[in-house]
Nanobody, 124 residues
Framework: VQLVESGGGLVQAGGSLRLSCAAS????????MGWFRQLRGKEREFVAT???????????DYADSVKGRFAISRDNADNTVYLQMNNLKSEDTAVYYC???????????????WGQGTQVTVSS
């Protein structure tokens, strides 16, 4: 599975960004997809994940720090997962990574595939 993120950039505090992650190389529908972020010198941190619940049902889970501000969604027709980030704060500044795997998890080691990362910088 190849993952390519896009949509990062510089935004003022309180602003919004939408990250995209395009997947290829494997059936996308039943892949668990996740977003993580990492500051230099720190461990990769869970942000959000979505998993297939059967039929047309998908579940989502979020880190407490982003609940109510971030939303993960997916478009199976385009093999793309999104992370809508609203009301951004300076502490959201990080490199954001898209991940894919067989199981949804908040643990980065549980994912098998990773994108190259996209920088998000929030100025205060």
């Amino acid at each position: 599975v190849q993952l390519v993120e896009s949509g990062g950039g510089l935004v003022q505090a309180g602003g919004s960004l939408r990250l995209s992650c395009a997947a290829s190389g494997r059936t996308f529908t039943n892949l668990a997809m996740g977003w993580f972020r990492q500051l230099r010198g720190k461990e990769r941190e869970f942000v959000a994940t979505t998993k297939w619940g059967g039929g047309n049902t998908y579940y989502a889970d979020y880190a407490d720090s982003v609940k109510g501000r971030f939303a993960i969604s997916r478009d199976n027709a385009d093999n793309t997962v999104y992370l809508q980030m609203n009301n951004l704060k300076s502490e959201d500044t990080a490199v954001y990574y898209c991940a894919a795997g067989a199981r949804s998890s908040v643990i980065f080691a549980e994912y098998d595939y990773w994108g190259q990362g996209t920088q998000v910088t929030v100025s205060s």
